[in-house]
């Protein structure tokens, strides 16, 4: 079964506006860790922003901030203020358990475009 | 500050042939280790991982396999690789006291 849902392939902002890139994971742990990750086209996998299940505060890191709704299962990404730069791909991971070995589980991924 | 390192950057290889990719992290001490595959516009898949020297833990059945002579390095390798090989590669390493982890610059493998 999928953990971690990322419903979006490919998503289109215009430069300086804000866009929400949707995931949605499935866990039966109480104690998890939600992450999200930029993947330019060079490959590199670039840390963005974490949330623990018991973080009681969405997340905030500059422009980027998660919106956290754990009733629903979901961990959205929200970049203000798009720059050509934030042009990559977008990956939604999920840590089970409160530590330990810290398996991430990915998502498929979201595709972002910025437009001028 | 800490670095993770990788190589080779891309690699080009028959099917049938060995192969070692290698990976270390300076600036840290017994960090877990992790190898990732990346099937071309796909998620990551996590292949191994490791929580210190000779530790090795295996995720996925496969003709892969891994190793960690020392703590800051960890190898990936086949004995004979698969055209189903192909992809991108991904070493990572995260400190027992943080959450996320942090990848290195990636390994492209194609099999001919």
């Known amino acids: 079964a999928q953990k971690i849902t990322q419903t979006q392939p490919g998503m289109f902002v215009q430069e300086k506006e804000a866009v929400t890139l949707d995931c949605t994971y499935d866990?039966?742990?109480?104690?998890?860790?939600l992450f999200w990750y930029k993947q330019p086209s060079s490959g590199e996998m670039i840390f963005l922003i974490y949330?623990?299940?018991?973080?009681?505060q969405n997340a905030t890191e500059g422009r980027y901030s998660l919106n956290f709704q754990k009733a629903r299962k979901s961990a959205n990404l929200v970049i203000s203020a798009s720059q050509l730069g934030d042009s990559a791909m977008y990956f939604c991971?999920?840590?089970?358990?409160?530590?330990?070995?810290?398996?991430?589980?990915f998502g498929a991924g979201t595709r972002l475009a910025v437009h001028p | 500050s800490q670095t993770i390192h990788q190589w080779p950057a891309t690699l080009v290889q028959p099917v049938g042939s060995p192969l070692s990719l290698e990976c270390t992290v300076e600036?840290?001490?017994?960090?877990?280790l992790y190898w990732y595959r990346q099937a071309a516009g796909r998620g990551l898949q996590l292949l191994f991982y490791s929580v210190g020297i000779g530790q090795i833990s295996s995720e996925v059945p496969q003709n892969l396999s891994a190793s960690r002579p020392q703590d800051r390095q960890f190898i990936l390798s086949s004995k004979k690789l698969l055209l189903s090989d192909s992809g991108f590669y991904l070493c990572a390493w995260r400190t027992s006291g943080s959450g996320e982890q942090f990848f290195g610059p990636g390994t492209r493998l194609t099999v001919l």
């Open positions: 949330q623990g299940s018991y973080d009681e």
């Open positions: 991971a999920m840590r089970e358990g409160p530590g330990g070995y810290n398996k991430l589980i």
């Open positions: 600036g840290t001490s017994n960090p877990n």
């Open positions: 866990t039966s742990d109480q104690s998890y860790g």
